[in-house]
């Protein structure tokens, strides 16, 4: 514990001197030296790097998000303070803003993959678009999530630069395969087709965020001029980030609600899917080359164990519901009642869960 | 006027106080211990699978007042400790203080041997295999049902499928119409091939859910949250109210394939449930609910838009039809201050009314 708390307070005490230092220049209205890009979001990042392994399992998630929002909280202090330090004013805010919308503009442009740090890797907003980028992150966590590869291994690739070829490799892989090893040909070119379209669909997901991240900006830049209209100036760096969040909300509601957004995404969840399922079919084929039990295999011992539980659990009742009967005829005998007593006894019901439900598809089906 | 009334000076000291309070906070993080959940004493009464059928217990007995034992169907999605979450915010212990008698099914973590139970074996299946053994339990022959989210759905077509089995339904934050122009979750999945998710993943992994439901406020609900969580770092019992949140949050069991299937194809992109032709082993129809029914549905749920739920009047075969509105989100109906005093007491006297 003696070790976590000087880290914590070595940190803050270079923070402290950061900025006396910062505000000793600016008091005397000295130009700052050239300094870091980002030394307070670098700061915090070395330091955390340094304390999270003694941090308890426990929490650390939360942390580690936490941290993440710390370190484009920071950028947004920087880049917000850089522009009052060239002179402040609503001109500084504008260049900055001018600034964000025009790296949403080369992005769409350029079509390239949603990673503002990779595409701008000396950009002044490095960091800062940890606030744009969030629903990216979620899908590349979801993507890692159902591949069979560590991370999304997409990100490997470049779709624009697939973008530019595409048509002859489309062509290349429409090229029908031949020989002794026709069927494996065939798998891989539907296997690097999938791959293309899955591509194809995430760069055009990816520059829908982009244009939707120049959207965004207008609307900022839109509600601070209200603000000051209204004589309601933004007084703290909370605020400011509050207040970009309510926008960026605003903005992501109305465009995901949007027909255009429920195509992007059902083409992007499908693609992947599709490459997914491809994938799975070439590992089938590998296994049942060695002899080993398939995906197909077991998933229709799995389809055929419910189906006798569903038969078992249904007769389970039957019997139970016989028996209750058997139990009442069988009092209304010693008791010389009559049939009709008896019969008042509840009958079987209809079996639970005796056949399956009409969407279900059998493994067999499917697999082909 | 500018738009901006910051000084470098005051920025600087915001900087620094959020320092402080982040050291400090790690301090506090690295003290928070074990987080619990699921915190009223309860029995298991029957198990089955992967489920689990709780009865809850209340340490005063003469406290039960309700003839009719209560049994809470929760949703497939997430798990049912949200409704016991912690002491001053648990759904069930409210409940058992309005006198009520208290039962729980847990669906528990599918595996994928699951991955082919359907609907029908979840609702025709288990679910009526835990209402008879309540049955037997007390020697009655109706219980009375509390659905919540996916859950009251599921508690919906129950109900129309053995009305004789239902004494008083309640629904909580239950979708009947999947299409409401609010719903962007229904939006978002009208164009993804459930077949094709389903045949290539075979069980639907929780995390795939976990983050649908945050895309659908990725900057609240992945930034802004926990820059608001710095606000209370340096209160340990805070810490651990947020981290036992943070817990359930991404505490999402998988779905069987089948049942998810269904679920999307039937309800989200056929909305079968509202405009008929849903079969659950036999054709479903809500004209079949002739019990009387509360449906309480939350005014600001961004999951469950209100709309969804108030679909349901004039739908029922019941003329015993109450709503009750709430003022807050999805979650905050369970476990928000101003809910544990307004929705369980509520629930607990219409059902006494009808005892």
Known sequence: MGTTNNWMDGWLESQQKYWNAWADMAQRGMKAPEAPKNPLADGLNQWWQALSPMT??????????????????????????????????????????????????????????????????????KGLTTFWDLPMDTWNRLAANVMPMPGDFTQAFHPEGAHAVKDQVNKFLSIPAVGYTREAQEQYQILAQRQMDYMGAMQAYQGAFAKLGIETTKQFQQSLQERAKEAKPISSLRELYDQWVEMSEAAYADFVMTEEYQTLYGRLVNTLLAVKQQMARMVDQTLEAMHMPTHAEISTLQCRQQELRRDNLKLHKEIKALQSQLEALRKTLLQGGTDEEAEEEPKPKRAAAAKPAATKRTPAAKSK | MLPFDMRPDAVMQELMAYGQKLSHGMKNLMEVGEISSGVTPKTVVHQEDKLTLYRFQNPNKDAVTSKTPLLIVYALVNRPYMTDIQENRSTVRALMDAGQDVYLVDWGYPDRADRYLTLDDYINGYLDRCVDVICERHRIKKINILGICQGGTFSLCYSALHPDKVKNLVTMVTPVDFQTPDNMLSHWVQQVDADLVVDTLGNVPGEMLNWTFLNLKPYQLMGQKYLGLLDTLDDPDALKNFLRMEKWIFDSPDQAGEAFRQFIKDFYQQNKLLKGGL?????????????????????????????????????????????????????GIYVSGKAQKTVPPAIGKWLDERD
Do not use: C
């Open chain 1, 56 to 125: 308890p399992p426990v929490g650390r998630e939360v942390f580690d998000r936490l941290m993440d929002v710390s370190k484009g909280y920071f950028s947004l202090a920087e880049q917000f303070m850089g522009g009052a330090k060239q002179g402040g004013g609503m001109d500084a805010v504008n260049g900055w803003l001018d600034g964000m919308q025009k790296m949403w503009s080369d992005w769409s442009q350029a079509g390239a993959a949603f990673r503002p740090d990779a595409f701008f890797p000396q950009n002044q907003f």
């Open chain 2, 279 to 331: 079969e659950i082993g036999e054709p479903v129809s809500l004209k079949a609910i002739t019990m009387p029914v509360l449906n309480v549905f939350a005014e600001q749920d961004h999951l469950v838009p209100p709309d969804a739920s108030r679909a349901m009047r004039g739908k029922l075969g019941t003329k015993d039809y109450t709503e009750l509105s709430f003022p807050g989100g999805h979650i």
